[in-house]
């Protein structure tokens, strides 16, 4: 199974983005940064569906899972089962113009958006997540 995630935070934390039925039209959405769920909440979603993470693309968009009952024979062929943050500037500003942001300042632009934390079942603004980037994590994304 191939999923999509936001690659903005690092995989630390199971969180998604809330439901709203006017997410196209919320002008505070303006980055194109704010979206879906972290890997971990995939992780944490695919695992109680009878699903084993396998890892990412090495562009930071793709989360890959398997079966359990396959899991095993492939598990050992890999060399590593981790996700990878997203390198791309493809964020905007206010006017929908590209704004190039990375690293830290990609996190700012959404820092006041609120998160679900699907293990906890909390709600939260981003810039209250703990440790929203690990170092090896944030120098990957620069």
Request: glycine fraction near 8%; include cysteine.
């Amino acid at each position: 199974m191939d999923c999509k995630y936001n690659p903005i935070l690092r995989d630390a934390r199971p969180l998604v983005v809330p439901s709203d039925k006017d997410f196209g039209r919320d002008k505070s959405r303006y980055s194109h940064l704010y979206f879906g769920c972290l890997v971990a909440a995939l992780q944490h979603l695919a695992a109680d569906e009878g699903y084993t993470f396998l890892g990412t693309n090495t562009k930071g968009i793709n989360a890959f899972f398997v079966k359990n009952q396959l899991a095993s024979s492939g598990l050992p062929l890999l060399k590593a089962r981790s996700a990878v943050p997203s390198r791309h500037r493809d964020s905007r500003d206010r006017d929908g113009t590209l704004s190039y942001a990375g690293g830290l300042d990609r996190f700012r632009l959404i820092q006041d958006m609120p998160v679900i934390d699907v293990e906890m079942g909390e709600t939260l603004l981003l810039r209250d997540v703990d440790t929203p980037y690990s170092e090896a994590w944030l120098k990957a994304m620069d």
